[in-house]
């Protein structure tokens, strides 16, 4: 099984950037669709973006599209998601997650999870 851990987060001003990467191990990504959660305080978890591994689609929720890229750099068994222009909703704690199927928004899809990596962004 996989193991995923997150990093990069960090507090940043409205309008700044951030690269969060998350680093796999015990397995390659080349098998996993990789995707990117967020959870704000007293909010569900929600799927920001996904990468299928198989073919290298990416997918966005259409709160992040235009803003943030989801690349995989598949020599360091890394995923990363650049989050570009950074909004004060955009604050939460971003989770990584692994599965073995396709990409989806839902949780339970998922089989592995990082520990997350918390994104603070200022206005």
């Known amino acids: 099984e996989v193991q995923l851990v997150e990093s990069g987060g960090g507090l940043v001003q409205a309008g700044g950037s951030l690269r969060l990467s998350c680093a796999a191990s015990?397995?390659?990504?080349?098998?996993?669709?990789i995707a990117w959660f967020r959870q704000a305080p007293g909010k569900e978890r929600e799927g920001v973006s996904c990468i299928s591994n198989s073919d290298g689609t990416p997918y966005y929720a259409d709160s992040v599209k235009g803003r943030f890229t989801i690349s995989s750099d598949k020599a360091k068994n890394t995923v990363y998601l650049q989050v570009n222009i950074t909004k004060p909703e955009d604050t939460a704690l971003y989770y990584c997650?692994?599965?073995?199927?396709?990409?989806?928004?839902?949780?339970?899809?998922?089989?592995?999870w990082g520990q997350g990596t918390q994104v603070t962004v200022s206005s």
């Open positions: 997650a692994a599965t073995i199927y396709w990409c989806s928004w839902g949780v339970t899809h998922y089989d592995s």
């Open positions: 015990g397995a390659s990504i080349d098998n996993y669709a």
